[in-house]
Nanobody, 121 residues
């Protein structure tokens, strides 16, 4: 199995910054994609940013220029640096990975339990 440990959420004032981290562990061979989604109250879960194994990235239009996703392959960890935070960024942020596993064919998608990010004055 694969476990995801998220950290870094919290309460911040508008214009502030937070850094989320998500470490993957378990029977992992390759992590193809690492990403962050978010879900605000009453809204659907949406992609925030993702980073592929080749280093290419994809961002939601609403966070481009403010958020930066990165990964440390040696640590199986993905980071989301969030700057210039706005109240509309308030949501539960979920880490997700797509991996291949030891001795099991195919690719598998795993989700973290989520971390709350609140932006308020």
């Amino acid at each position: 199995q694969v476990q995801l440990e998220e950290s870094g959420g919290g309460l911040v004032r508008p214009g502030g910054s937070l850094r989320l981290s998500c470490a993957a562990s378990g029977s992992i061979v390759t992590i193809y994609t690492m990403g962050w989604y978010r879900q605000a109250p009453g809204k659907q879960r949406e992609l925030v940013a993702e980073i592929i194994v080749d280093g290419s990235t994809n961002y939601a239009d609403s966070v481009k220029g403010r958020f930066t996703i990165s990964r440390d392959n040696a640590k199986n960890t993905v980071y989301l640096q969030m700057n210039s935070l706005k109240p509309e960024d308030t949501a539960v942020y979920y880490c997700t990975v797509v991996v291949s596993r030891t001795a099991v064919p195919g690719k598998y998608n795993y989700w973290g339990q989520g971390t709350q990010v609140s932006v308020s004055s």
